[in-house]
């Protein structure tokens, strides 16, 4: 880390600063941890609630933030956005030096671009193309005739088949698996013959793919992972999905075959979707959500329960679930007087 003005930051973070502008602020922090010399900020109203009492030398806060106590502040239109811009900045990552460790087995007909890291124990097949400035970690087993785009970073143990094209700024994290096999198979007579999977993946520029992730290559033609997606921790996506641009997609949440996501939408953790299912554009798919086989989650439209309904729709058939247990005992009392009517 290495000190920053507060004026710098607000340079940086296209801000407006209040208060003491020449502070040196050295590093980050939560708004409860953070020391005189550190950096917060401010997103919501209950972090406006805490900022009153942290101890931070400057925070990050939005147009409406209320300063009466007259702190060092940064006004941004973004505060969470402007703070992490600026954790990259006090405190940067340490590069890896260029060059192709002595345990690297590189494949004939590769070309390695300028500026790029090979650790140690990596294989790279046949024909193969890394761009500049990408940074290999150890571990990782690349395939033949793959191509990997400008400052990539492939974490530890990462395994590219085959034929898989990713695009530039692609960041792989360890054990995340891209283009093994599509679970394809027909039964015939009394046992599965295995369908071939000779499609590929395609991963575009700025994609962040988390630990443990798998995306299988198509049956035939392509799985499509769209430019800016965030994929979290294992996430998997089957053969033939299309995944559009922007998406979010959370921890361990599994699409069938032939699945196709909106640009944008946003799908939380642990939700399964069906074969040939559609989630448009915008579309907001709650967390433990069920998909049915090629439903359609429309455009903008946010889904819950299992099976996916519409958020107001489920928020009614929890409220009406919970009532159940006064119901049936109001169902006991009735039956009971009409057994002592039917006595009487």
């Known amino acids: 880390m290495f000190p920053v003005t507060v004026e710098a930051i607000a340079s940086l973070c296209g801000g407006e600063v209040e208060g003491d502008g020449a ?16 950096l917060s900020f401010v997103a919501n109203r209950r972090a406006a609630v805490h900022a009153k009492s942290s101890r931070a030398g400057c925070l990050l806060v939005a147009a409406d933030f209320d300063n ?32 192709i460790h002595s345990t690297a087995a590189i494949g004939k007909d590769t070309q390695i671009g300028d500026g790029c890291s090979i650790a140690a124990n990596v294989t790279i097949g046949e024909r193969t193309i890394v761009a500049a ?82 995306i299988d290559r198509a049956a035939l033609g392509v799985t ?9 921790n294992m996430v998997h996506i089957a053969h033939n999905c299309q995944i559009g641009r922007h998406v979010v997609i959370a921890a361990q949440t599994g699409f069938s075959g032939a699945v196709a996501v909106g640009d944008y939408a946003v799908v939380g953790g ?6 040939k299912a559609r989630i448009e554009s915008q579309a907001v798919v709650g967390s433990g959500a069920g998909i049915l086989t090629s439903k359609i ?16 729709q489920h928020l009614q058939q929890l409220a009406a679930l919970a009532k159940l247990p006064a119901v049936l005992e109001q ?14």
């Open 23 to 38: 502070r040196a602020i050295t590093g980050v922090n939560s708004l409860e941890d953070a020391s005189d010399g550190e």
């Open 68 to 99: 009466s106590s007259r702190r060092t502040v940064v006004r941004v239109q973004d505060p969470r956005a402007a703070f992490a811009r600026m954790i990259s900045v006090l405190c940067p990552k340490s590069k890896s030096a260029p060059g």
């Open 133 to 214: 400035n990408s940074v290999i970690a150890p571990g990782c087993v690349i395939g033949n005739d793959v191509a990997i785009g400008e400052h990539c970073v492939l974490h530890a143990n990462v395994t590219v088949y085959d034929h898989v094209r990713i695009g530039s700024r692609v960041i792989l994290h360890a054990g995340s698996v891209i283009g093994a096999d599509g679970f394809g198979f027909a039964f015939t007579g009394e046992r599965y013959e295995k369908f071939p999977q000779i499609g590929t993946v395609e991963i575009g520029d700025d994609v962040e793919v988390g630990a443990n992730a798998c």
């Open 224 to 232: 499509r992972i769209g430019e800016g997606t965030k994929l979290d």
């Open 270 to 275: 642990q939700v399964g979707v069906g074969d």
């Open 297 to 312: 989650v429309r455009a903008g439209e946010p889904v819950w329960g299992t099976p996916a309904r519409p958020l107001q």
């Open 331 to 344: 169902v006991k009392e009735l039956r009971r007087r009409i057994e002592e009517l039917e006595k009487a």
